[in-house]
């Protein structure tokens, strides 16, 4: 049936974002419209407000600072030669709020499935690399942390990395392997239990 | 972590809607920055442009049109005597896409898990009503389907409003119950499986 222009407009543009499928986007869009005029507006504002964020010169994370560098990589208290590799701004923010790393961090974005990396990730990774060889002493990162997910295709992407990192970190890590805190062994599949194992102490 | 207002902003206003969690806000929060300014720009004035829906007065379905009317209630074609109770918007496009029906509708909102109708649907049954004894010949509607889903909230609804709009039309029905296109009885509930022998034929 032909829907106003409105309607089908937006939930064709929601339906685009990820995770959302066209009828999630249509319904989305009607609730928007009883939820009325006032509310409308508000969520309009605040996507378009989105436009004054800006990203980190250094590690590619958001930020609404008047210069080129995020609340981390300004931060004099931040190591700058410990370095964790993400694909996700959400993993970011998960580790931080471990509270337990205190050195930067450089987003790489999301791993395609192909397992290559798309150009302008290999352009944050020579940012990187140009970052070590300028401002680090020794032209060598204490050390680089590998923050990939645990899975095949993490481990293949992080293995590809840390050839190509080595000339420019002291040591590469990836995050420890075990059981997770609260988990059951008896429910921990064979990977996970074998890794706990492995790095027992 | 402290993260820039106009991410939080909308990450907390994106997890007011329905389905959202506050996970998927960010993931889309931080989506949206990556796609870059244009693209900010042209969802927010989609959403926006939502304020310029109206809701028709006699089946409160969206429409853009002039006057009060929706696409289907202005249509000469349609008959106004049978009308199609449904809860939500994409429940009258689903109908509406068989192609089947050439009555009219009326939206009345999701039932409250308390099975008690709120305030503005009262006023949407007694707008019915009203438009019934005002608008059809002998004060009656021909026919009132009662499409609500095959549930047991749905089905206790259904028996309160039939009760209600008994005196306003001279047959009052639901949707047909049996095996779905497509199903296979061996895995068909006792339940759906009854009703298709019942209502065999």
Chains 1, 2 share one sequence.
């Not at 471990?98 to 940012?127: A, C, H, S, V």
Request: aromatic share 6%; glycine share 8%.
């Amino acid at each position: 049936m032909k829907l106003p222009e409105a309607i089908k407009n937006l939930a064709d543009e929601l339906s685009e974002l990820p995770s959302i499928g066209p009828r999630q986007a249509m319904r989305l869009a009607f609730y928007l419209v009883g939820r009325g005029e006032q509310n409308i507006r508000g969520l309009a504002k605040s996507v378009d407000d989105l436009r004054q964020i800006k990203t980190c010169e250094r590690c590619f994370f958001v930020h609404q600072n008047k210069d080129g560098l995020c609340d981390i990589c300004r931060n004099p208290a931040r190591k700058q030669s410990i370095i964790v590799i993400v694909e996700k701004e959400t993993d970011l923010i998960s580790l931080e709020n471990t509270g337990k790393f205190t050195g930067r961090y450089l987003i790489l974005g999301e791993i395609p499935k192909t397992g290559l990396m798309n150009d302008w990730q290999k352009l944050r990774l020579q940012n990187l690399k140009s970052f070590i060889e300028k401002e680090l002493p020794g032209k060598k990162a204490e050390e680089i942390v590998l923050a990939f997910n645990p899975t095949s295709l993490g481990d293949f992407h992080a293995s590809l990395i840390t050839k190509e990192l080595e000339p420019f970190s002291k040591k590469i890590s990836r995050l420890g392997r075990g059981l997770p805190t609260g988990g059951e062994i008896e429910f921990a599949d064979d990977e996970t239990l074998g890794s706990a194992l492995e790095k027992r102490g």
